[in-house]
C-alpha cells in the first residue's frame, strides 16, 4: 500500500536521498525547501522557508484515506552560525531555533490535529543529532535545538501512544552541511580540524546510506530503539 510522506529538506543531503528513495517505491512525497531538486508526478514541492514562522503556520496537511500511512519527517536543520557564544549575530539565534526546533514543532502539532480523525496509522520522524547529547564548542544553538527536539519527542510519545515517534541520530553524513562545517575558520571553531580529518579518512556516511536505513526503520518499526537514539546504536 501507499504511504504518504511529509518532508522537510528535500533540497539536498538526506532529505533528497529518502524522498528519491520513497518516490523509486512508488509512495507519495510533500516536499519543503527553498529550492527544489526533485521532478516527479508523486512529488509535490512546497518553496518555503522554514525560518518565515508565519508562512510556516499555514502548511496544511492534506489527507485522503488512499493512504495506509502518513509520515512526517522534520529532517531540514541549519548547523547555525559557527562562532562561540558571545560572537553570535542574535537574528542568526532567532533563525537556527525557528529552522531546527520551532517549525518542527510547529509542523508536529498541526499534523497531530489535522490527521487526527484519519483512522490512518501516524508517524513523527524527527532527524537528531549526537550534538544533542555531547557538547560542541561553537555549535551551542544546534547542539540545544537537537536536544530540544529529542525531548519534544519523547513528551509527544507519552501524550500520543497510538503515534509513531522517533528522534533520530544519523550519524556523520556526507552532506552540504559537512561542507559548510569543514570551510569555518579554525579560529571560530576549535575542532574544524576534527571534522576535515572524518573527511579526509572516508569516515563520512553517504546520504543514501541513511536513507536506507531509515526506510527499513520505517518498514520493520520493530527494530527501532524506543523514541530517542542514534543509528550507530543498532
Ligand atoms: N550531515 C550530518 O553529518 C548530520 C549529522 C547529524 C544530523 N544531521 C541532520 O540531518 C538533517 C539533514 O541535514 P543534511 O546533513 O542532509 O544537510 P543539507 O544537505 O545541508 O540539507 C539540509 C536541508 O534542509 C533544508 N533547509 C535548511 N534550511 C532551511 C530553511 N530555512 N527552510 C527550508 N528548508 C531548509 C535545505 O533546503 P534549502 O537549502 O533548499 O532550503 C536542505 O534540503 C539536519 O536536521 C541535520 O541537522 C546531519
Avoid at 152 to 158: H, L
Wanted: charged share 25%.
Amino acid at each position: 500500500m501507499i504511504k504518504k510522506f511529509f518532508i522537510t529538506g528535500t533540497s539536498s543531503g538526506i532529505g533528497l536521498a529518502l524522498a528519491q528513495m520513497l518516490l523509486d517505491s512508488g509512495h507519495v512525497v510533500v516536499g519543503i525547501a527553498r529550492r527544489n531538486a526533485i521532478s516527479h508526478k508523486n512529488y509535490h514541492h512546497n518553496t518555503l522557508d522554514l525560518a518565515d514562522i508565519e508562512e510556516v503556520e499555514k502548511f496544511t496537511f492534506k489527507v485522503n484515506h488512499d493512504f495506509e500511512e502518513l509520515i512526517l519527517v522534520n529532517n531540514a536543520g541549519w548547523i547555525g552560525e559557527v562562532k562561540p557564544v558571545g560572537k553570535l549575530k542574535d537574528q542568526n539565534i532567532a533563525r537556527l531555533n525557528n529552522i531546527n526546533i520551532t517549525a518542527p514543532s510547529i509542523l508536529m502539532n498541526r499534523f497531530l490535529d489535522q490527521t487526527e480523525n484519519s483512522g490512518i496509522e501516524r508517524t513523527i520522524v524527527n532527524v537528531s543529532s549526537g550534538a544533542a547529547k555531547s557538547t560542541i564548542r561553537s555549535w551551542a544553538g544546534y547542539c540545544a535545538s537537537k536536544a530540544a527536539i529529542d525531548m519534544f519527542s519523547r513528551v509527544i510519545k507519552e501524550e500520543h501512544p497510538d503515534v509513531n515517534v522517533y528522534s533520530i541520530a544519523p550519524g556523520v553524513v556526507d552532506t552540504e552541511m559537512q561542507r559548510d562545517i569543514r570551510e569555518v575558520d579554525a579560529k571560530d571553531f576549535a575542532d574544524v580540524d576534527r571534522f576535515r580529518s572524518m573527511k579526509a579518512e572516508g569516515e563520512l556516511k553517504s546520504s543514501e546510506d541513511v536513507a536506507r536505513v531509515f526506510v527499513d526503520l520505517l518498514e520493520n518499526k520493530e527494530k527501532t530503539l524506543g523514541t530517542v537514539f542514534s543509528l550507530r546504536d543498532l
